[in-house]
């Protein structure tokens, strides 16, 4: 077939029957190779519990709320980030407390883009199965109930001849499960929070690795619509970040091959494949996600275990320090926005944050529609200003301004795990293992590859760490 097929359609097939999965906190990502753009799905499930009164979210309990301490540290890092922006400091904008709105509009930002971003409102989802039931079913239950009281012997159906019953859906996946209504009775879990299996007293790891598989299974079936029965044909490729734990990986792995059923899988490390596809060899990649920020050094086509650092911070947490900065300034509307208890404020908050917040010099204001999604019937919204949008941003340099600790990573003790996956056990022909055989690596320290984690650095002291730590500089 190589020897005959025509170039063009060569490359046209190159990467078909191979699926690309890149799994992360917030969103998972998942396409065929030759695919230019892959899906991008909010990585969580909602399974509907008899028992459970209204939505719940699994790790909610694990959520503390900043104390008095963290709030004079935000304050603190508010007037650092001022004094750079030469903006207001947070005292000299805050009206007086019987003041609800601010004293005048203030000057809005006049770029064109402004006036076309998306404000639109988000949905509720439709938690309903609406399944045709038939007349012969129909009437096979008025029969059975005939038969039970001869009483009953007419049925209301009987002019009919369909009729809709309604129940709820079993499980709801992405974007729809996180617009589900607060009176439904979902739980919703999230299998992986800030780069690890969200694993706690709430969410064993068999539920974890259980969702993991119905979610990738649903990814598979409903959007690359791949048969089960025809995976044996296809091979995966597992895109991990650096936070993941040995452990944590055979576990996706086995998901990967025995679970979802690919024939071959190879895992692939986040920062390899962004400098491979940019065409590079050498570099210091940083990737900027929803819950972690991570920094690793690559050189000569190989990630430097050594210098990787995770920074426990990503775009979640400006979007709830947008929240913050907003209700100082009373700007914010007088509505009940709770990002840790209702996902689809956060689904709200990202919008507004990826349509006007932006690093820049100088006082930056814009007019955004905020909506209030307190009650499911009726969905509130007001046009109002926002202040002060550089601030937010400005958290990944001074992370005190960003409480991570209002999301704290779960316990971790069950992952100690000996065995590492990323280094080579092999014997070499002169009775040396591993990588001992090759001098040119001798002057590198090889550490454990558990990424170092640091709380209070920025991501600029954190890229110069990483750098620094390559000893080339």
């Not at 007037?79 to 400091?89: E, G, Q, T, Y």
Request: aromatic share 6%; hydrophobic share 35%.
């Amino acid at each position: 077939y190589l020897k005959t097929v025509v170039p063009s359609q060569l490359l046209a097939e190159r990467g078909s029957n191979l699926v690309v999965i890149n799994p992360g906190s917030m969103n998972v990502r998942m396409g065929f190779a030759s695919q230019d753009v892959p899906f991008n799905i909010p990585h969580c499930i909602a399974r509907h519990k008899n028992d459970a009164p209204k939505l719940s979210v699994r790790d909610q309990r694990l959520n503390c709320r900043a104390g008095s301490t963290h709030n004079a540290e935000r304050e603190r890092a508010y007037d650092i980030i001022a004094s750079m922006l030469k903006i207001p400091f947070l005292g000299e904008v805050s009206p007086s407390e019987n003041q609800p709105l601010p004293p005048k509009m203030g000057r809005l930002d006049g770029l064109s883009a402004q006036q076309n971003k998306d404000d639109s409102i988000l949905t509720w989802t439709d938690v309903m199965d609406k399944s045709i039931k038939t007349s012969t079913s129909i009437e096979r239950s008025v029969n059975s109930d005939a038969d039970e009281d001869p009483s009953q012997s007419t049925s209301d159906d009987g002019n009919k001849p369909n009729s809709e019953e309604n129940k709820y859906k079993e499980m709801i996946f992405g974007e729809d499960a996180l617009k589900i209504p607060h009176s439904a009775p979902y739980c919703l879990g999230r299998p992986i929070r800030r780069g690890h299996f969200n694993i706690s007293q709430n969410y064993s790891l068999h539920q974890v690795l259980e969702d993991l598989r119905t979610i990738w299974n649903w990814m598979l079936t409903e959007k690359l619509h791949i048969n089960p029965k025809d995976r044996h044909l296809y091979s995966a490729i597992l895109v991990l970040g650096e936070t993941f734990d040995n452990r944590e990986m055979k576990e996706m792995l086995s998901i990967v091959l025995c679970d979802l059923g690919f024939s071959t899988a190879v895992v692939h490390q986040e920062a390899l494949a962004a400098a491979f596809g940019n065409g590079l060899s050498t570099a210091c990649v940083v990737n900027i996600g929803a819950q972690v920020t991570q920094v690793v050094c690559v050189e000569d086509g190989v990630a430097l275990p050594h210098t990787a650092l995770a920074l426990p911070y990503g775009g979640d947490d400006i979007s709830r320090c947008l929240l913050w900065v907003q209700q100082r300034h009373r700007t914010w509307p007088n509505f009940k926005t709770d990002p840790m208890k209702k996902p689809i404020d956060m689904l709200m908050l990202n919008k507004i944050k990826e349509g006007y917040s932006q690093i820049r010099s100088g006082s930056y204001d814009a007019v955004s529609v905020v909506h209030s999604y307190e009650h499911e019937k009726s969905v509130g919204h007001q046009k109002t200003r926002l202040s002060a949008l550089s601030v937010p941003p400005m958290g990944l340099l001074y992370p005190r301004l960003l409480i991570p600790e209002e999301f704290p990573p779960p316990p971790r003790p069950w992952f100690q795990d000996c065995d590492d996956m990323l280094e080579d056990t092999w014997q070499t022909n002169d009775g040396l293992s591993g990588n001992g055989g090759l001098g040119a690596w001798d002057s590198y320290q090889m550490l454990p590859t558990r990424v170092k984690k640091f709380d209070n650095i920025g991501l600029v002291e954190a890229i110069v760490s990483s750098v620094l730590s390559t000893g080339t500089c």
